[in-house]
């Protein structure tokens, strides 16, 4: 977050200078307090200066990956709440990375904007901050852009981009995946960032919904759709290195369907049980009340699974209580198995629901 | 540039299958001629994966930077021309690492629209390989979003991000500028990427010209006002380290008057002689024909100054020989003076334009 960068773009957005200045401010403070003895640089400079510490790494290897939010924007945008988003992006840019083993050094941020409001920038950079101070990670720059006519007022788009390190030896590759090994299920908060075209459409087109409404296990539809994606980082760090780890797979757009065939090697392939987890209500009323078929929403939703370890059997009870630990009930979804590729599916998750 | 992640949002568009299959393949084979091998991961992988070469250095720190196009994207648009933004976005996140010493080491992107359209994404695509390969950077990452409703169909949004490295004894910060140090300009090739809201107003609003007109010096309208934000980094890299270098500003939104003082040590200003370059006609003509003021072309426009060096008196010759090398035509602008801050204008650039 280029201090100048943030106060120009201020500037031109003729935003009360009162209102502006007290913005700026707490923005400056909150972003300096995701900062550690490894930033280099203050607010201001041209670039973000980072000096990583990689005492006993044998060979540090960079992880980079750039992401958006997505349509889940719209849903901020309809509850008038925008202090998830942030912790969103975060999020999901650190799961991104995890799956190679890595963890985060630092994370940089774009807002644009077709008029940009104080209160709501403040709300978008504290999500950022809360959600980088939890993963250890310096939010070390950042760039807003005022763009009139190119966005729409009240409309913010934004995109991060996180960089963290994996010692060479302990990289996840996917090539230690072998048959037998079982896919560990990690349960997601909600949606995560995925699918909300379809949910928009089904929720609030098909069924009437609003943000407001009452959701039948609690709380309002726009909490639950704006629960932040789950980092799966403090859960699994203390895992990274450990033998029986073979693979990790972050499920995001695409869902089971095209991220479990991201880490496979070739000539193996994945057989998910559909009736081995539980889905999530939300996912359930999506499927009926928009008549989605189970392939489809396979594909457009993580059906309740943010994340899938790919381990050897014997390490199977060693994980679960480990996870247990951390708040996650992880539930094996399924099993590699020699010959074919991609995921066969075996069971049907939907089929009691009616 | 996730193979996957471009893929999906390809399907999502219902792009015609053929155009979606070539347009991929010709993004692959761009997006790979970047990769050296310092580069490990292949396409379609989480996260990019990159193993820096720091042979030689004591203490390496990591640079990095967020930007985006701006409402330069807007021009590109109405003269249906994407092949040069996608250099702009490189060369400016190239030059804003260089003046803190830095060379590039990856570079990752982020595209979203309302409509992706397989021809738009290869040139944008390939406007950021070109420039990659120039500046000797690998386009590590990228990600593509298909937002529709938020983007307009034909918009298209473009944000990057880099990463590069600075051995700390040679990290440029403005510390050693003191008074009596020389500013050196560097010519820009045109607007670069500032100051386009402004400019379109006068150009196309107040004085009724289209992307399709004759510019005076040659070329059309759109032409001039799409030339790509020139990368220093080739004319400058042999002279960082040089003792005689104290400083390096990248002229960007804010023009002379924000981004000299973000290097200037406290109780020194600088002075800047406006008679001593030549304001491009361009410039001038916006200035004309909008009736804008002086203090504000300076602060909204770069005026023909790209970036700024802040070199010892003595070495001044010696440097513009080596730019004139790189065909840059360099010129002393002004001088560094004890007390104060910020940046003090002598004459005027516009004196002579009736």
């Not at 923005?27 to 041209?46: E, P």
């Not at 230690?176 to 079982?182: A, N, T, Y």
């Not at 949606?191 to 609003?210: D, I, K, W």
């Amino acid at each position: 977050v280029k201090e100048r960068e943030r106060g120009g773009a201020y500037a031109a957005a003729g935003v009360d200078i009162d209102e502006q200045e007290r913005g700026l401010g707490q923005i400056k403070t909150l972003v300096r307090s995701t900062f550690d003895r490894q930033v280099l640089s203050d607010l201001g400079s041209f670039g973000g200066l980072f000096r990583p510490d990689l005492t006993g790494y044998v060979e540090p290897v960079l992880v980079s990956s750039a992401d958006g939010v997505g349509t889940k924007l719209r849903v901020a945008q309809m509850a008038g709440d925008y202090s998830t988003v942030g912790v969103d992006l975060v999020n999901h840019c650190v799961n991104d990375i995890l799956v190679q083993g890595a963890r985060p050094l630092f994370f940089l941020d774009y807002v644009g904007a077709g008029k940009l409001e104080a209160e709501r920038l403040v709300q978008l950079v504290e999500g950022l901050v809360v959600a980088c101070r939890e993963n250890g990670c310096a939010l070390l720059g950042g760039e807003t852009a005022e763009m009139p006519g190119f966005y729409r007022v009240g409309d913010y788009e934004l995109v991060g981009f996180i960089v963290g390190v994996v010692d060479r030896p302990r990289l996840l590759d996917g090539s230690r995946i072998e048959p037998g090994d079982l896919l560990l299920g990690l349960p997601s908060s909600g949606l995560h960032t995925n699918g909300y075209s379809l949910a928009r459409r089904v929720l609030f087109e098909r069924r009437g919904l609003t943000v407001e409404d009452a959701w039948e296990e609690g709380g309002t539809i726009g909490e639950i759709l704006l629960r932040p994606h789950r980092s799966y980082l403090r859960a699994l760090e203390g895992l990274l290195g450990h033998a029986g780890l073979h693979g990790l797979a972050h499920i995001t757009g695409g869902g089971l369907t095209d991220n479990l065939p991201r880490i496979l090697p070739p000539g193996l392939r994945a057989e998910v049980d559909l009736g081995s987890w539980r889905v999530p209500l939300l996912f359930r009323r999506i499927a009926e009340w928009g008549g989605v078929g189970e392939a489809e929403m396979l594909r457009v939703f993580i059906q309740g699974v943010g994340m899938v370890m790919v381990i050897g059997p014997s390490d199977a009870d060693a994980f679960v209580r480990h996870l247990a630990g951390h708040g996650l009930e992880a539930t094996v979804v399924g099993v590699i198995q020699a010959g074919g590729s991609g995921v066969n599916y075996l069971g049907s998750a939907l089929g009691g629901l009616a």
